[in-house]
C-alpha cells in the first residue's frame, strides 16, 4: 500500500512538472531583440536620414537664395551703369515711357532685347545686328557690356530664369526719375517691395524680383 501510495506521488510531481516545462514561455536570450525593438531603430534611423536631408536641403537653398540675389544685384548695377551712360533706362518695352515708373515681365518677351540692352551682344556672344538701324542701335548702340549673362541664366528656349529656374522675372524702371518706383500693379509681391504698389512706393531706381514657387524663396535685389 505504501509502495503503490510512493508511485503515485512521484507520478503526480512528474506530470506536474512535465506540464510546467511545457508551458513555460522561453527566455529571450541575452542580447537579442524582438521585431519590435528592431522595427523601431529602424524607424528612428529613417527618421534621423530625414530630418538630415531636410537641413541639407534648407543649406543648399540657403546658398542658392545668396546667388540668385548675387546675380539680381549685377543686372540692377548694370542697369544703372546703362542709365548714367546713355540717359535713359534700356528700352526693352513696346513703348518708353517717362510719366510712370515700368513694369516689365521677362518671360512674356522683353527677357532677350534685356540682356541684349546689358550684355552689348546676343544671348550667344554674337555680336548686335545693325549699328544704324537693328539691335545694337536699339539696344545698346555702343555695343558695351554692362553686365554678362551665363548659360545658366537661360533656360533651353533661351528665356531667362533664376537660379531656381523661375522664369518669371520682374524688372521695374524709375522711369518717371523721381527716385521712387510706385503705382506697381501687380499681384503677389514679395513682402520686401509689397509698398510699390502704393502712392507713396519705395525708394529705388531699379527693382528686379522673381516670386518664389512650388515652396521656393523670393529673390530680390533693390538698387
Not at 123 to 143: E, F, H, V, W
Request: glycine share 8%; proline share 5%.
Amino acid at each position: 500500500m505504501i509502495s503503490t501510495r510512493i508511485f503515485a506521488l512521484v507520478f503526480t510531481l512528474f506530470f506536474t512538472g512535465c506540464k510546467k516545462e511545457e508551458n513555460k514561455t522561453p527566455e529571450t536570450p541575452k542580447g537579442a531583440t524582438t521585431d519590435n525593438e528592431a522595427t523601431k531603430r529602424d524607424n528612428e534611423a529613417k527618421e534621423m536620414k530625414r530630418v538630415v536631408e531636410q537641413a541639407e536641403l534648407r543649406i543648399k537653398v540657403q546658398r542658392l537664395t545668396s546667388i540668385g540675389q548675387t546675380t539680381f544685384q549685377q543686372w540692377c548695377a548694370g542697369v544703372t551703369r546703362y542709365k548714367s551712360v546713355y540717359g535713359f533706362y534700356p528700352n526693352i518695352g513696346t513703348a518708353y515711357t517717362t510719366t510712370a515708373d515700368s513694369l516689365h515681365k521677362l518671360e512674356a518677351g522683353p527677357g532677350i532685347p534685356f540682356v541684349k540692352a546689358l550684355y552689348g551682344k546676343n544671348p550667344t556672344g554674337t555680336p548686335l545686328s545693325g549699328a544704324a538701324t537693328g539691335d545694337r542701335a536699339k539696344y545698346n548702340r555702343n555695343a558695351e557690356e554692362f553686365c554678362s549673362f551665363s548659360n545658366d541664366n537661360l533656360d533651353n528656349s533661351g528665356i531667362l530664369i533664376d537660379v531656381f529656374g523661375n522664369s518669371k522675372i520682374r524688372v521695374i524702371f524709375d522711369t518717371d526719375g523721381n527716385g521712387r518706383i510706385k503705382n506697381i500693379s501687380e499681384p503677389d509681391l514679395p513682402k520686401e517691395i509689397a509698398a510699390i504698389s502704393t502712392a507713396e512706393g519705395i525708394p529705388a531706381r531699379v527693382i528686379i524680383y522673381t516670386k518664389g514657387e512650388n515652396g521656393m524663396p523670393d529673390i530680390v535685389a533693390i538698387q
